[in-house]
């Protein structure tokens, strides 16, 4: 496979999981989303899908970085996937525990799972290829923030 198709592969597999991801949320954002009570600093609705989107093509852009050094760094990149595969299902994981089972304590609790993982693939994917890592940064950042939102909902709801 050459380099651009290991490249579109990835960020086409990150971009089908943020969309399997949103079916699940998308009912719940008219029905029991806005029954919550928010923080002051919840964005609005219409920004999450085109930042997810731009999140998991990133993602998926650094991901295809890293594999195309798998014949110079064989182990370090499989390492480096097996972090970034998961991560994205537990990208997924939170959709449906938070969307899906309308449960966000439990959400909360795999969101900081998810968040560890984030930076430990940031890690392996900047020893690799900094512009990977570099691309890891918006993602990590925008978890973090929505950590705090998560936390926020949960205890304002509890």
Do not use: H
Not at 17 to 30: K, L, N, P
């Amino acid at each position: 496979m050459n380099k651009i198709t290991r490249i579109l592969s990835i960020v086409v597999t990150c971009l089908v999981v943020g969309y399997f991801s949103g079916i699940v949320t998308r009912s719940a954002i008219t029905t029991w989303y806005p029954t919550l009570i928010k923080p002051s600093f919840n964005p609005p609705n219409w920004v999450f899908a085109p930042v997810w989107s731009m999140l998991y093509i990133m993602m998926g852009l650094a991901a295809g970085l890293v594999w195309n050094r798998i014949d110079s760094e064989k182990e370090a990149v499989k390492k480096a996937l097996l972090f970034f595969a998961i991560q994205l299902a537990l990208n997924a994981l939170w959709s449906y525990l938070f969307f899906g089972l309308k449960n966000p304590m439990l959400a909360g609790l795999e969101i900081i799972i998810l968040w560890l993982m984030i930076y430990e693939t940031y890690i392996q994917f900047a020893k690799i290829n900094k512009i990977s890592g570099y691309l890891f940064i918006p993602y990590l950042l925008w978890v973090s923030f929505a950590t705090v939102l998560n936390a926020s909902i949960w205890w304002l709801n509890r």
